[in-house]
């Protein structure tokens, strides 16, 4: 069997300085690998993120017939507190579901549709 180490979320972007500013300013990454074609972004709590200029540019959630759906997320402490919190910082959030934990989406500079999860309380 293989045994994996960690994992990074590869997102497609048009301007790879906003980006990483971005989410710099929103989920305290921080930029340790310049390349022509990506950044490597990683938090405090070791969770990686690539991005990757695209052009033309895409996204890179689903489009499925009832709408967008994520395939990237974050998990973090509390959901409905990030949800708070961004949107408060004018950041186009979805609606908040309580569902095996709390959940909602938004969208980023480049209109990815990404998830942020918390994971409920172990009863």
Known sequence: MVTLKSAYLGIPVSDLEAAAEWYGEH?????????????KLLTETGVTICL???????????????????????????????HNELRQRGV?????????GQSFSFYDLDGNFIEVWSLPDKE
């Not at 989920?27 to 950044?39: A, H």
């Not at 200029?53 to 959630?61: N, Q, V």
């Not at 499925?64 to 990030?82: M, N, R, S, T």
């Open 27 to 39: 989920f305290g990454f921080k930029v340790v690998t310049r390349d022509p074609i990506f950044l």
């Open 52 to 82: 990757s200029k695209h052009d033309p540019p895409f996204r890179s959630h689903m489009q499925l017939p009832d709408g967008p759906f994520p395939v990237q997320g974050f998990i973090v402490a509390d959901a409905e507190a990030v």
């Open 92 to 100: 186009e959030v979805g609606q908040l579901f309580d569902y095996q």
